[in-house]
């Protein structure tokens, strides 16, 4: 099959396309941190690449061996009851060639109230599919399961076996799932289909979301204490963020784009709680960096003293950093690699919008470059966060004819790579 057939059968049966993806958001798969739902998404996908003909495995990121002693492990995610799907498309040569992934795990429905449509309904109205998930990140996996079942049908034998790692856990800060997929299956190129529309994300920011606990020396009756404890924290704290916009801003992969200035927010702020605990409180924010994690842990240590010290000045005590979520690696692979290019090459020919190649924030190319293939990228059709109806946000769709083109331009790539 060549690319001009395959995306005129995409075009003839995108109606199937979009069908697939109203099933899986259908299905309840939201992420909790310390537990998820993904198990019967998983179990539905996995049923589909049967169907198809495809060697399966259902696992948890437990069964791969030694992942509990792997460095970047974190407990209490409920991963035993978390599992991936790989689907192996078998080629010529049994080697493992070519990984796309895509997360099943979704971020919390949130305020129902807030939704015009029903999140797990898969609405398909005026050109966009509605659903929990829809841009983030169920696209992806309609779109490879989709691919694979046309490319069967039409007989097409790649040259080497392509892996879909249909992952766990990917929200807040999890990647267990991703981490497990390339370890269990490694391959030598990996597509990541979690990424912002038209764009191509060949780098990912450090850090993580971090909070600094505090409270008073002696029991309080009012949160006055804690509430100026919060105004301390955040002034010493403009160093460490000003330390960040300085280090991204020399990034020749961030300079001059909205990265450094944002590189320290802050998510949320407590002095109190509702009446209680009224000496207790926290600061929460997330950072960027290209740090590593004990550069980071120092620079924590050192701003945790100067807190400590202004702080027992007003009677209140530092607790110090907690993470909040895993600490995010810096990677990237090269923007003008043959892997990245190719992708630009096949989108133009495919006719779709040629993807921007930038820089992402925190992503699980965190894991996924660092233990997986340093030529790892991400790519995707996701509507971002600052979108209405954007990922994340109530009313979340994607736009039928995007996601189209996005599927045009992945299974050109499969015939590219592997034909």
Sequence with gaps: MDIKNLCSLIDERKDELFALLSSLLKINSESFVTHGNEEECARFVQKLCEEIGLETELYSPLDVEGFENHPDYMPNHGLENRYNVAAIYKGLEDVNELMLMGHTDTVAIGDISKWERDPLSGEIVDGKIYGRGASDDKYALATVIFLMKLLREKGFVPKKNM??????????????????SVLRYPCDKIVNLDC??????????????????????????????????????LDVLADFKENRRKELSANPYYKGTIIPDTA???????????????????????????KGREEINAEFDYFHEIIKERLDKIGVVGDGFVPNTRFFHYVHCEPDSDEVKLMLEVSSEVGATVPMVVGSCLSDLSVINKFGSNKAYGYGAGRDFSQVGGAHQPNEYIDCDKFVEFTKTVGAFILKVLG
Excluded: N, P
């Design 196 to 233: 912002g529309q038209d764009q191509i994300w060949h780098c990912g920011t450090g850090g993580g979301e971090v909070k600094y606990f505090f409270h008073t020396k002696e029991i309080a009756d009012s949160a006055e204490k804690a509430a100026r404890a919060i105004g301390i924290v």
């Design 163 to 180: 892996v879909f790692a249909a992952y766990s856990d990917e929200e807040y800060g999890g990647s267990h799932g991703a981490l497990a």
């Design 264 to 290: 320290l927010r802050y998510m949320g702020v407590k002095a109190g709680s509702d009446g209680s605990d009224l000496g207790d409180g926290f600061v929460y924010f997330v950072y960027y960096t290209e």
